[in-house]
């Protein structure tokens, strides 16, 4: 168990729909990732929060938002979903967010879109 | 971040040391290599990471070569839930801290 909770482990929705998916981090750390695993392209980052702010942007769609809220959890929003969004989603946090520090990830959402 | 060239499976003997080799010669001096593993469809577990010595942990250990172009993952006695995808990844120290996954050595532990 690293510590990192995901909300919900599965959720079942149709194309157009808007979905929340939740992160809480470990206990005392300040930074929040978000990657996308989906089968044809690996584990891709999508977004960096540390204490709040975004901090790092990878290949995230526009149709996608994430915040970090003052208690540190995260929410990645994805809306106007097609096929291409079933994936599983990944959270992981780590204590000050630089390249020194260690990630620990989150069990992840799988997200179907039918 | 550095690019890492890694094989794309292994097989191993369970409670036999399991070797990943792991290449990044165009590694640069602020680069940790850092060493993930996920095992089906679970959350990537992080394993160790080190900037220019060897490393050991609990899990495992790291050795890098003096010329930090190549390393060495080292599972000392595998075991059958040591089967996963092993990412060896290169972050630069002080940038913030995305991970690039690339594809991974898949490594399967036999009985």
């Known amino acids: 168990d690293s510590g990192v909770t995901q909300t919900p482990k599965h959720l079942i929705t149709a194309t157009g729909q808007r979905v929340t998916l939740r992160c809480s981090p470990r206990s005392g750390d300040l930074s929040v990732y978000w990657y996308q695993q989906s089968l044809d392209q690996g584990l891709q980052f999508l977004i960096q929060y540390y204490n709040g702010e975004e901090r790092a942007k990878g290949n995230i769609l526009e149709r996608f938002s994430a915040q970090q809220f003052p208690d540190l959890h995260s929410e990645l929003n994805l809306s106007s979903l097609e096929l291409g969004d079933s994936a599983l989603y990944f959270c992981?946090?780590?204590?000050?967010?630089?390249?020194?520090?260690?990630?620990?990830f989150g069990p992840g959402t799988r997200l179907t879109v039918t | 971040d550095a690019k890492t060239t890694q094989p794309t499976s292994m097989d191993c003997a369970e409670g036999r040391a399991a070797n990943l080799p792991c290449n990044h010669s165009?590694?640069?001096?602020?680069?940790?290599v850092y060493w993930y593993r996920q095992i089906h469809s679970q959350g990537p577990q992080y394993i160790i990471h080190?900037?220019?010595n060897n490393e050991t942990n609990e899990m495992a250990s790291l050795i890098i070569t003096e010329d930090r172009k190549s390393s060495t993952l080292i599972l000392p006695h595998a075991t059958l839930r040591d089967t996963a995808v092993y990412y060896c990844i290169v972050r630069v120290t002080d940038s913030w801290g995305k991970l690039q996954f690339g594809a991974g050595t898949q490594v399967v532990v036999t009985p």
């Open positions: 165009t590694i640069s001096g602020n680069e940790y």
């Open positions: 080190g900037l220019k």
């Open positions: 992981a946090s780590s204590v000050e967010g630089r390249g020194r520090d260690e990630q620990y």
